[in-house]
């Protein structure tokens, strides 16, 4: 089976045009015998009955007294393709050309009776095909009653009954009618070649472009079609739109990578610094008096304080970027949140002078509903404002 499409579809119509064509030929040659049989019946037609016109003492009462009249057996030797039989009632043969072994000694009455009608002038369909003593099968004949009872059967054997090969080599017609069929059955195929291959060229451009695609590199992409006429204009146009919405969303990737670089350098740098300062303060403690290892220690914690910041926001900021969390709606008691966040900033608050205070108010509700990750970790900014800028009619 050929790779290429068009070579397929030219493949597959000769194994669908081949068959037909021998049905075609076949069926041109059957229908040539048949007219072939129907002239040289009725041409024949009233051969059977002249020779009973013309001969006498043919009959079945006669078998095995002499066989035919010498009338006919010189008819029958001047055309050797006429055979001559005598039938009784009962369609029987009690005569026929001699040292001739019969296949059929009998032969069919509905053959007989239809071309006695159609002698008489009856509208009917030739060629009637009657049995072939001789050979068996089905043969031309002509047929007369006789004046005694019984039938002189004459059968018409022709170049009907010739093998094909024989046919062709004596009939101009026939080698004509195959030269035609050779002839059209070349130009049928090279035809269909011609118009697979311009079917399928929009395929295989599309094939190319496909193959030469390249994410990073703005190639030679088909453009979309002026107008969708057919399957092929909808696989291209829905190809060019591919095309676009990867090179975006590569261009994107891009972008984002490089801003992940600079995220990761930028975070270093900053988680360096506090990070060396600690280092160097807890070194410094080595070998620095008590008091000024508690200054040491105080600026150690400082750094350490901002180092948890940093790796607190970067948590939050992986979480938010990833949504590797859901946030679901539950039932939370705005007073316990409330003091979980006057107990959380409550150091910091003393640490400035500041005096941090709460009471639930009457309008206070004992419960509402909120979002949270479903790993329990809150950023703070969600729950700052609630006790740092209180709403009229609030609990804080």
Not at 29 to 36: M, S, W
Not at 75 to 98: F, K, S, T
Not at 142 to 156: D, E, F, K
Not at 244 to 272: F, G, I, P
Request: net charge positive.
């Amino acid at each position: 089976m050929p790779r290429r499409l068009h070579l397929r579809m030219l493949f597959l119509f000769a194994v669908l045009l081949i068959p037909a064509g021998t049905l075609l030929v076949a069926t041109s040659l059957r229908g040539a015998r048949r007219y072939h049989q129907e002239i040289v019946q009725r041409q024949n037609l009233t051969l059977a009955q002249n020779l009973v016109h013309e001969s006498e003492g043919i009959g079945p009462a006669d078998a095995g007294t002499g066989g035919l009249p010498e009338l006919v057996k010189m008819l029958a030797m001047a055309n050797p393709g006429v055979e001559i039989y005598v039938l009784d009632d009962d369609r029987r043969v009690v005569q026929g050309p001699a040292d001739v072994t019969l296949a059929a000694t009998r032969v069919r009455g509905a053959p007989l009776d239809r071309f006695a009608a159609a002698a008489a002038g009856a509208d009917t369909t030739f060629p009637i095909l009657g049995t072939d003593p001789r050979r068996g099968g089905d043969v031309v004949f002509s047929a007369a009653p006789l004046a005694g009872g019984g039938w002189l059967y004459v059968v018409l054997t022709d170049a009907s009954r010739a093998s094909l090969a024989r046919s062709v080599q004596t009939s101009t017609t026939l080698r004509l009618l195959l030269w035609s069929a050779g002839l059209g059955f070349t130009l049928l195929l090279a035809t269909g070649f011609v118009s697979f291959s311009l079917l399928t060229r929009r395929l295989r451009r599309l094939a190319q472009a496909v193959g030469r695609f390249e994410l990073d590199v703005e190639g030679d992409d088909l453009p979309p079609p002026v107008a969708h006429r057919d399957e092929i204009d909808d696989l291209q146009a829905g190809f060019a739109d591919l095309a676009q919405r990867a090179r975006t969303q590569y261009r994107e990737l891009e972008r984002a990578d490089l801003r992940r670089r600079e995220l990761v350098t930028n975070v270093s740098h900053d988680l360096r610094t506090p990070l060396a300062a600690l280092q160097g303060y807890l070194e410094a403690m080595d070998e620095a008096d008590a008091a000024r290892a508690r200054g040491y220690l105080a600026s150690a914690r400082r750094s350490a304080a901002r180092l948890g910041r940093l790796i607190d926001q970067l948590f939050e900021l992986s979480r938010l970027e990833g949504d590797a969390d859901a946030l679901h709606c539950e039932p939370f008691p705005p007073a316990e949140l409330v003091s979980d966040v006057a107990q959380k900033f409550a150091l910091a608050a003393e640490r400035k002078g500041v005096g941090l205070a709460w009471r639930r108010g009457p309008t206070c509700r004992s419960s509402a509903a909120t979002s949270a990750p479903s790993s329990g970790r809150c950023p703070t900014s969600w729950r700052t404002p609630c006790a740092t800028r209180p709403q009229e009619g609030a609990c804080a």
